[in-house]
């Protein structure tokens, strides 16, 4: 029997051994993405992000943050819409697909998290109540509890809440208009803390700039927004 042969007996048989598979080749190993599916995917990810709005750019903050002032200071996205992420966050943030989740936090904790920044606190992007309910989770919220555990920072679910905005007509129009919740701010302040702003996609920077200029108006001292899918195709429509 000949070495190769051999090589891929043992390959299969460990294969079958493996109690999971790869998210994206379906090849057994332990897992949601197999090392070389990831080593794709970080070859994929090697693009620049503008650091304010992490729209892809070719210089570090692009022409539009020069000029917009946003309250936010930092966008760390984990992939932009031509990713093949994209297929795997529809899944868990449009269709309820929670087992999502563990292909997304592995990405992410491989690729991302050795480069972040701490954060003091993590708070998931408000949502409207129906939307959680049709899905049967607030994927934001899930977020933040998992990225939670993974950078030891606490996060808070209520801090910021949202009202649908009076002027917005069509359903498509995701208009806002962001409050603090007095009650948690009383018991938590937050003056002179980092804030994580949590969310599955980002189509336009106008939503956290509401956001971040509230919790600077409470005494915050940075806000980043931490993203995992950048969708700047939206912006020019």
Known sequence: MSFQLIKNKLTHIAHLLQPSCCNFCQQRQSEPICSSCLRE????????QCLICG???LSWVCQSCHTAGWAFDQTV???NETSRLVPCVKAFHLHGHIAQLAVIQYAWAIIKHPKM?????????????????SRGFWSALELAKT???LSKSPYCR????ASPHPLAQKKDVATHSFQMNVEIIS?????NFRIAIILPYMHR???LHEIAKILKNYGARSVINWVLIRDSSKENM
């Not at 920044?117 to 309910?133: C, G, H, M, R, Y």
């Open 41 to 48: 995917l970080k070859e994929n990810l090697n693009y620049r």
């Open 55 to 57: 729209r892809p750019h």
């Open 77 to 79: 996205a984990l992939a």
């Open 117 to 133: 920044a701490p954060v003091d606190l993590i708070i998931p992007f408000p949502e409207n109540l129906k939307v959680s309910q």
């Open 147 to 149: 990225w939670s555990k």
């Open 158 to 161: 209520g801090l910021i809440t």
């Open 187 to 191: 018991t938590l302040p937050i003056t």
């Open 205 to 207: 920077p106008h939503q």
